[in-house]
């Protein structure tokens, strides 16, 4: 058994055995031709050295070219082609050796038999490396995996179909959908149009979709084929199994803004000194890859949690970075940091988010997120940072909880900071997706643990987008923003999260789980806001618009900030700086 194992040795060996074989045959053959079937007794030398040195030179160019490293089952057009260059340079060389030693060696040699060999050596040895292909293509097209649908431009069909054919995994391409070119082939592969699919889409067991198409637009379509199994193919990746990535629901919800401007962000962040706040959470950290991206000359990482501190500084290696320790709303501490980094641009994404758990702790919710913001501010002001991008929430508009209030709070004192010197912006958006306090983890993990999904209400719906998206899109609004300005990022349609709960129990392939409505949770809405009214403005882009501003006197506020933090009915106070919040208790 173990003789029958292939192996690369074993492989090599195998073809080496097999090449000299076709050489020797096609040489024979070729002197037969030449002489009418009768090969002359002074000619059986020749036909000796020919095999013996065209064998030599093609076995050891194919060696060392690593041509018997070729996989014999997904033998290529561009594996061909390396073995015709092969071909034709031993012919060529052996012909100048016919022809320099034709007076000695060669003498008499007869020359039509050149041609004729290469002919039949080329038949031959490709005909050798196709012969499994075909069989399993033609005959026995089963095997070699899961009938499978492309979802691809031509571009796309072209990598993706040639990386399947090389690699070795459970799909075979049977069939591209695409209208536009519905007929061609690519690859061998026909492209055909929807229509035609859905009449001979029988045996289709799986599709792969390119990454460059946003899947939501195709996943209603691939349901109807009544194909369970569906793959994202990562082009970016490696040949292989590495490139299929199981399809999620954050890939049916995904955005994919078309007007991210990416030379905008690099120029707003390269080479300049940044310091992000929350610099350890879900958003935080994606800030702070981005930045890394973009070529940011030092990253100042602030977060008050040591496990989040300690893991995105360990994650962020081609930057300088700091490690800072501490809590915004110790005003000395944090005044030191900037004191001693002198930050040109500060991105403050640090607050508490989980809106259940901000109902109980509202005294230290408004220390972090009121008290903190204002001390992050204050001290981007007095030590001369050029801008100030505040992350915020849809649920600062016509809030019902105190997470909510207290982002409004935030906005407010943000917008009426600003003309002390540094631009001071904040950014409105919705949820993101696999964030820490997002809908999606915790359903993965009733799911995996087999357990019904549990939804406040039948009705309820959140805007969604992904994190490295919305991320983008706050450095892209903060790089046009001159001050003053909430920007609203565009998060689409809201989605129900009951479909939200389906869907992802459509993707586990679980039939055993349910749904479960369990209420609404204290401070909760069934539906959540961008706009506090209609006077937005459009910018440049259209995923980016202008909310109107909100005009409140900052001594003022400062002062109402004071009494908040003192008083001891913190929600009357936060209605009163908030006229709009109507606390929800449900």
């Not at 913001?373 to 002001?381: E, F, P």
Request: proline share 3%; hydrophobic share 40%; glycine share 6%.
């Amino acid at each position: 058994m173990n003789f029958l194992t292939p192996t690369n040795t074993k492989r090599t060996l195998f073809f080496i055995l097999l090449d000299f074989i076709a050489i020797s045959v096609a040489t024979y053959i070729a002197f037969l031709l030449r002489f009418d079937f009768i090969i002359e007794k002074q000619y059986i030398d020749d036909v000796y050295k020919t095999f013996i040195i065209l064998g030599i030179m093609r076995i050891g160019l194919f060696y060392i070219l690593d041509i018997y490293q070729i996989s014999w089952r997904y033998f290529s057009f561009k594996d061909q082609v390396q073995i015709t260059y092969v071909l034709l340079s031993s012919t060529l060389l052996f012909t100048a050796l016919v022809y320099l030693f034709r007076g000695s060696f060669f003498a008499g040699y007869p020359r039509s038999v050149i041609p004729i060999e290469f002919l039949l050596s080329f038949l031959f040895i490709l005909s050798s490396r196709v012969s499994k292909r075909f069989f399993l293509e033609v005959y026995s097209k089963h095997s070699l995996g899961k009938p499978t649908l492309i979802i691809a431009s031509p571009q796309r069909a072209e990598e993706i179909t040639r990386k399947l054919l090389k690699s070795d995994h459970d799909y075979w391409p049977v069939v591209i959908w695409d209208d536009m070119t519905a007929g061609i082939k690519i690859n061998g592969v026909r492209v055909k149009s929807y229509a035609e699919i859905m009449e001979f889409h029988q045996g289709l067991q799986s599709v792969i979709i390119s990454d460059e198409f946003a899947v939501k637009d195709f996943y209603g379509k691939i349901k109807k084929l009544n194909i369970n199994e569906i793959k994202i193919f990562n082009t970016n990746s490696d040949y292989g199994k590495n490139s299929l990535v199981n399809l999620s629901v954050e890939d049916l919800l995904a955005r994919h803004p078309k007007d991210l401007d990416k030379e905008t962000i690099e120029n707003f962040i390269k080479d300049k000194i940044i310091l992000v706040t929350g610099a350890g959470g879900s958003i935080g950290s994606e800030i702070c890859r981005q930045c890394e991206k973009y070529g940011v000359k030092k990253l100042i990482l602030l977060d008050h949690s040591e496990f989040n501190l300690y893991s995105i500084e360990q994650e962020i290696k081609d930057i300088p970075t700091a490690a800072v320790m501490e809590n915004i709303h110790d005003l000395e501490l944090l005044n030191k940091t900037f004191e001693k980094y002198k930050p040109e641009i500060v991105i403050h994404a640090a607050a508490y988010k989980h809106v259940p758990l901000v109902e109980v702790n509202v005294t230290e919710a408004i220390l972090n997120n009121v008290v903190g913001t204002k001390n992050v501010i204050d001290m981007a002001i007095k030590h001369g940072a050029d801008k100030f991008v505040m992350i915020s929430t849809d649920k600062a508009v016509r809030p019902t909880n105190v997470m909510g209030a207290t982002k409004r709070i935030c906005e407010l004192y943000a917008q009426n900071s600003n003309g002390l010197g540094t631009d001071i912006v904040a950014v409105r958006f919705g949820n993101v997706l696999a964030s820490s306090g997002s809908v999606i983890p915790k359903f993965k993990d009733q799911i995996d643990k087999g357990k019904n999904v549990t939804v406040t209400h039948p009705d309820i719906t959140r805007y969604f987008m992904l994190i490295p998206e919305a991320c983008e899109l706050v450095l892209q609004a903060g790089a046009i923003g001159s001050g003053g300005e909430i920007f609203i990022l565009d998060m689409g349609e809201p989605v129900k999260i009951v479909d939200l709960a389906k869907k992802m129990i459509e993707l586990s392939g679980r039939n055993d789980i349910g749904i479960e409505f369990i209420g609404l949770r204290p401070g909760e809405k069934l539906y959540e806001e961008l706009l506090l009214n209609d006077g937005d403005v459009q910018t440049q882009y259209e995923s980016i618009t202008v909310a109107q501003p909100t005009l409140y006197d900052i001594e003022r506020l400062n002062n109402d900030i004071k009494e908040l933090v003192a008083s001891d009915s913190k929600l009357e106070k936060l209605k009163k700086i908030v006229p709009e919040f109507n606390h929800q208790l449900n």
